[in-house]
């Protein structure tokens, strides 16, 4: 027999012989693949994510949204569609994501996501709810309450993909504030509740302090609350926590405070306003003082273009006019306050 003719025959042979061996593998994996499809589902496993503490969604509530509607238990692996059962466990609010498939010892796995309240929202009619990163409403737990900052009197009802473009603007302006009052120790201490204005601002009710703090909109969310914070160390340490009925920090580089009418108790009147500008100029604070001839009902402590302002540049302390009133405030309680990182 020839060279060639040999080759070739072992060329042959060694073809034949990988067609055999991938027949045999596609037999034995039709095999078991078919012996897996009859084989039944043993059970459910149910595992649940989530960056909080507690769980609103606990796994017996995932394996009842499961065996409520066809019970995959007991039945032929092959007969069980995880697609559908994935898009069943995701009708639950609280569920961000849902991932199904079926182990080896043929149990039946739900890995879980659930979603991240942010913030708590009570509409103008009374109705409330959470919402979490993606702006997606989650309905309130009969289970647990959430630790996230309230927003009172938002001004729709709809359905968040039927809100009007300002409406949806003032939920994601709602997301940006309760992410950094979340994130801050001392601010999710302080601020008690986040009202919302006919004008959709924000003016915002402390723990520590008989004052409103007037936000404005979301925007610049970071330097309000470092003016303000500043505000409290200059201004209210050294005269009073009760001594302003309303701090404004709406206007950049600014801080403009109410003083409150000792005879009137808590009825704020225009008397004095403290306006601190270019709050970190050089680790001291430039204080403008702005009087009133005529006394105003106003309650806002937006500045007036009629009042007279005298300048005085500052470092530790606070304006003449700021004494005075420390004198009637009395006590001085110290803020304990953890600078944000």
């Not at 073809?15 to 027949?23: D, E, F, G, R």
């Not at 989650?138 to 300002?166: E, H």
């Not at 204005?197 to 470092?226: Q, R, S, Y």
């Not at 206007?251 to 109410?258: H, R």
């Amino acid at each position: 027999m020839q060279p060639k003719t040999k080759t070739s025959l072992k060329r042959i042979g060694t073809i034949l012989l990988w067609m055999s061996v991938i027949a045999g593998v596609i037999v034995l994996v039709t095999v078991a693949v078919q012996g897996k499809n009859n084989s039944v589902c043993k059970g459910i496993v149910v595992n649940i994510k989530g960056d909080h503490k507690t769980f609103f969604v606990e796994p017996k509530d995932v394996k009842a949204l499961i065996t409520k509607n066809n019970n995959p238990v007991g039945k032929a692996l092959g007969d069980i569609n995880t697609l559908t059962i994935e898009q069943i466990v995701k009708r639950d609010p609280w569920i961000r994501s849902a991932e199904i498939y079926i182990d080896n010892n043929k149990m039946l796995n739900v890995a879980v996501t659930e979603r991240e309240p942010v913030a708590r929202i009570f509409t103008f009619s009374g109705k409330s709810y959470y919402l979490d990163e993606e702006g997606e409403r989650i309905p309130v737990s009969s289970k647990y309450s959430a630790l996230v900052p309230v927003f009172t009197s938002f001004p729709s009802d709809a359905d968040t993909k039927k809100l009007s473009k300002s409406d949806s603007l003032l939920t994601s302006y709602i997301i940006t504030v309760a992410n950094y009052i979340k994130a801050d120790t001392f601010w999710n201490a302080q601020i008690e509740q986040v009202q919302i204005t006919k004008t959709k601002k924000f003016e915002m009710t402390p723990k520590l302090g008989e004052h409103v703090i007037e936000f404005g909109d979301g925007t610049n969310t970071e330097a309000k609350f470092k003016k303000l914070l500043i505000f409290y160390k200059e201004a209210l340490n050294k005269v009073g926590w009760n001594t302003y009925s309303r701090i404004n920090v709406a206007y950049e580089n600014e801080v403009y405070a109410l003083k409150k009418d000792g005879k009137k108790g808590l009825v704020p009147t225009v008397d004095t306003t403290v306006q601190l500008a270019q709050i970190e100029n050089s680790g001291g604070i430039e204080t403008t003082m702005e009087r009133d001839d005529d006394e105003d009902d106003s309650t806002s402590a937006t500045p007036k273009k009629d009042d007279r302002k005298i300048t005085v540049a500052t470092a530790a302390k606070p304006a003449k006019g700021m004494a005075k009133s420390a004198a009637k405030s009395g006590a001085k309680p110290k803020a304990v306050y953890q600078p944000r990182h």
